[in-house]
């Protein structure tokens, strides 16, 4: 979740924080630390960038504030077992490109060893897939 990091500055980036209420409950977490000079937020990066007086708020303390809001964030409690939205989001992103990925690899595989079969399957699987990509990830024009 901390992507940058210098004395006296702070930044956070995370997908939940995408969302402009996320945003300003973090803000409003973050502002009642002592030392805290000013925070600055973008909704569309899910960045936070905290301006701190670095002789009042120690790096321990930064790094509890982030696990913190990592824990309560990143993975909310939604009941045993079970990960927010934004986790569910991010798992899902992977999983769609390991599958590109692994059929791409299939269908050379296939062509390389000659084997026919295993070619045209992976081929398939890359085609199906990439559509549902195509389809899911498409922008308006």
């Keep these: 979740m901390i992507v940058s990091f210098r004395d006296g500055r702070v930044r956070l980036r995370s997908p939940a924080l995408r969302s402009e209420t996320a945003l300003e409950e973090v803000g409003r977490m973050l502002a009642a630390y002592a030392g805290v000079k000013k925070i600055e937020t973008n909704a569309y990066t899910g960045s936070l960038l905290v301006l ?3 002789a009042m708020i120690s790096t321990e303390q ?3 504030a982030a696990a913190m809001l990592e ?8 009941g045993p077992g079970r990960a927010g939205p934004a986790f569910k ?5 992977k999983i ?3 599958l590109l990925l692994g059929s791409a690899v299939m269908t050379l595989a296939g062509a390389v060893s ?3 079969p295993l070619h045209i399957t992976g ?3 890359l085609i199906l897939f990439a559509a549902r990509h195509l389809h899911l990830h498409r922008k308006a024009f």
Excluded: H, Q, T
């Design 96 to 98: 769609e490109n390991r």
């Design 89 to 93: 989001s991010l798992m899902s992103r």
């Design 123 to 125: 081929g398939a699987l």
């Design 71 to 78: 824990s309560r964030f990143i993975l909310p409690a939604a």
């Design 62 to 64: 930064l790094n509890l």
């Design 52 to 54: 701190y007086d670095p």
């Design 114 to 116: 000659g084997m026919k």
